[in-house]
């Protein structure tokens, strides 16, 4: 295909999906499963006039996918407006951690006794295919940040958190398929990787964009500035991003940290100023909501609630589009490449982690937690692979292993993950649609 189709491809697909999606949200097709079926069209199964080797395009598809899976730590971070000790973050701890721990040993074993491959190799399959995906679990996170559903919450932390968790089980793995693990590797891998990487992503994100936040609402009310905020977003993950590198830290913890510390930080402001139409005894409401971004007068923008609101604003109108192309752009690639790297063995994998590995490790770590078994069982289930599974295969391509090696997992982790594009995305409505249905059947029935 040259450049001119793929453009008009893009543009039918984006078409369909802005005039149909109305009708989508009422059905089991998501517009991921568009993407991805397309891909099956235009690729060696059917059309033919498409194909892709994700062995030999791995440097590029690490970039892409690490892009998208930046942006949309960012975007969830800044949607999370609750506090930071309730339930639903205890859940979302424990489900980014113990439940994504067990997830990987789980995923290794069966990878080593069913598919025959090294433990190395075992435990680098179950690093890469753990973590849920923020960009593609759009359907179960919170819609924005006046979204405090618990099940949602706890999804999105739980997202936002073990892509950076999993990183250091993934360089353990591949350090172990180079046969570099003496004692003072084990020791340097642990110092670095664990002890040193996650806290310092979480610093150094959630302190940049406390000080950009405040600062530029700082400058912005002084000035009367009521120019657009875009550019400040991109600046706070590409500084975020950089920093983290640059100090060796978990550059994902790193980006949701920075859009937490901006939402913090948009918390403090409308505490100290608040805005006057909000009643004194209620919860101040998300700041974006209270301003009209297409309407900026010079004096609300003298107003610190009204001034970190726009920014905000513009944060989330930068990261929402941008989230959703990357994600149709490599869903429909994803799709091309499930012709050349389908496997049996695949969806095996895949049927023990949706329907064993995870719901059992889910319902292991939230044991004593306070939530109900259904919730239990729910968040066991919608544990969506996508963006993230690719990165980790990209990155293990580039970073050591085999052509031969890098083939082998792509045939697995493909199939898992289109297997859960197609899973997921069709159960996910029905099942959220029996969740709103039974509160409001509960909230019916408990007398006011």
């Known amino acids: 295909m040259n450049i001119r189709e793929w453009l008009l491809l893009a543009g039918l697909l984006l078409l369909a999906t802005s005039l149909l999606g109305g009708w989508m949200r009422k059905t089991p097709l998501t517009p991921f499963a568009l993407y991805a079926a397309t891909g099956i069209v235009v690729g060696p199964w059917v059309a033919e006039v498409a194909s892709i080797d994700l062995v030999k395009g791995a440097w590029l598809i690490e970039r892409i996918t690490e892009v998208a899976l930046v942006v949309s730590l960012f975007v969830g971070g800044l949607r999370l407006r609750v506090v930071w000790h309730g339930a639903s973050w205890r859940a979302a701890l424990r489900l980014g951690v113990p439940a994504m721990l067990l997830t990987i040993a789980g995923s290794a074993v069966a990878a080593h006794y069913l598919l025959g491959a090294t433990w190395p190799i075992a435990l680098l399959l179950g690093a890469a295919i753990a973590p849920t995906d923020p960009v593609l679990a759009s359907l179960v996170s919170v819609d924005d940040a006046g979204d405090d559903d618990e099940l949602r919450v706890s999804l999105s932390g739980e997202a936002g958190i073990n892509d950076g968790a999993t990183l250091p089980l993934l360089l353990l793995a591949l350090l172990l398929h180079a046969g570099n693990m003496d004692t003072h590797a084990w020791g340097w891998w642990l110092l670095r990787d664990v002890v040193w990487a996650i806290p310092a992503g979480a610093a150094i994100g959630f302190g940049l964009a406390q000080v950009i936040g405040l600062l530029a609402t700082r400058l ?180 050591g292993l085999s052509a031969e090696e890098s083939a082998s997992l792509a045939r697995w982790i493909v199939t898992l993950v289109v297997a859960s594009v197609a899973l997921h995305g069709m159960s996910t409505q029905p099942i959220m649609t029996w969740r709103a249905a039974r509160i409001a059947a509960r909230s019916k029935s408990t007398p006011q």
């Open 220 to 399: 912005k009310v002084l000035s009367r500035d009521t120019g657009p905020n875009d550019l400040l977003a991109l600046s706070l993950v590409a500084l975020s991003y950089a920093a983290a590198q640059y100090l060796h830290a978990s550059v994902f913890i790193a980006a949701f940290a920075a859009g937490m510390g901006l939402r913090h930080a948009e918390w403090r402001i409308v505490s100290r100023h608040p805005n006057p139409e909000v009643e004194e005894s209620s919860i101040h409401p998300p700041a974006e909501l209270l301003v009209n971004p297409h309407k900026r007068e010079p004096d609300e923008a003298a107003k610190p609630a009204a001034s970190i609101g726009l920014v905000v604003s513009d944060a989330l109108t930068f990261g929402d589009p941008f989230e959703r192309l990357i994600a149709a752009a490599l869903l429909v690639l994803l799709g091309i490449a499930f012709a050349s790297y389908f496997s049996v063995e695949g969806l095996v994998l895949a049927a023990l982690l949706f329907f064993v590995i995870r719901p059992a490790a889910v319902l292991i770590s939230t044991v004593a937690c306070g939530l109900s078994m259904p919730r239990r069982i729910i968040l066991g289930w919608l544990g969506v692979r996508g963006i993230g599974s690719l990165y980790y295969l990209a990155y293990a391509t580039n970073h």
